[in-house]
């Protein structure tokens, strides 16, 4: 699915049949910036990998945006790619039940939370069971309870887990530059006491060693990946 650059109604395409019908849940993958279709699909096979190594069987499938420009129409892109998530994973719900686990890297945790928000803002509560953001390229506040996105966090998710890293160095020098704040992604939620009820900070600075590591085989968080979306 990809979308125009101020487009709030993104072209939608991809098989969903492929799915396996005898799985009994489905990962979604959301990549970050500069990831053109054929780097989107290569990261969720490779986020596959790693989660196969960790006894995870569900299917991986990737979400893909047209995150291939420069940082502000990207995120204006991302925003745009929230409502048309949310639609996919409404009507998932509704007609096939099965748990969605969304992991999203980068600027993909932009796409996913504006999901979320989409979710919230239809009355859909519940619609995805697991959230996971690596890297997350958002403002460290904008997911608190008084944050954008801390309302969609309690209502849309049971499980939102945050898996940040103080060695991420794009987001803890090209992010902070560029936006003029902090990355959840780099060090976690800004306000520890404004922290939504369904949200959760994982350190792992000792896994990962840079912005491109987390979903890596052998360099990133996979275990504890993991065991949020088993």
Not at 14 to 20: C, E, F, L, Q
Not at 22 to 38: F, Q, R, S
Not at 63 to 80: C, E, G, L, M
Not at 137 to 160: E, K, W
Request: net charge negative.
């Amino acid at each position: 699915m990809t979308a125009g650059v101020d487009d709030a109604t993104p072209e939608r395409g991809g098989d969903w049949s492929v799915v396996d019908g005898d799985a009994d849940a489905l990962v979604v993958y959301v990549h970050g910036l500069g990831a053109p279709e054929a780097e989107a699909l290569n990261q969720a096979y490779t986020a596959r990998t790693a989660l196969r190594n960790q006894g995870v069987r569900h299917p991986v499938v990737s979400y893909t945006w047209d995150s291939d420009r420069d940082w502000a129409p990207a995120k204006r892109t991302a925003d745009a790619n929230g409502p048309a998530l949310a639609d996919w994973l409404g009507r998932w719900a509704a007609d096939d039940g099965r748990p969605v686990h969304l992991v999203a890297h980068s600027l993909g945790a932009r796409v996913v939370c504006e999901a979320l928000r989409a979710l919230a803002d239809a009355g859909r509560r519940n619609a995805v069971a697991t959230v996971s953001l690596l890297g997350g390229a958002i403002p460290q506040d904008s997911v608190q309870t008084d944050g954008r996105y801390g309302d969609a966090i309690a209502t849309a998710t049971p499980n939102l887990v945050n898996f940040h890293s103080g060695r991420d160095d794009v987001l803890g020098w090209l992010y902070r530059f560029s936006d003029g704040t902090n990355a959840v992604g780099h060090g976690g939620i800004g306000d520890a006491t404004a922290t939504p009820a369904t949200y959760r900070d994982v350190d792992v600075t000792d896994q990962v060693a840079d912005h491109y590591s987390y979903y890596e085989p052998n360099a990133g968080c996979a275990p504890a990946v993991a065991d949020v979306v088993r």
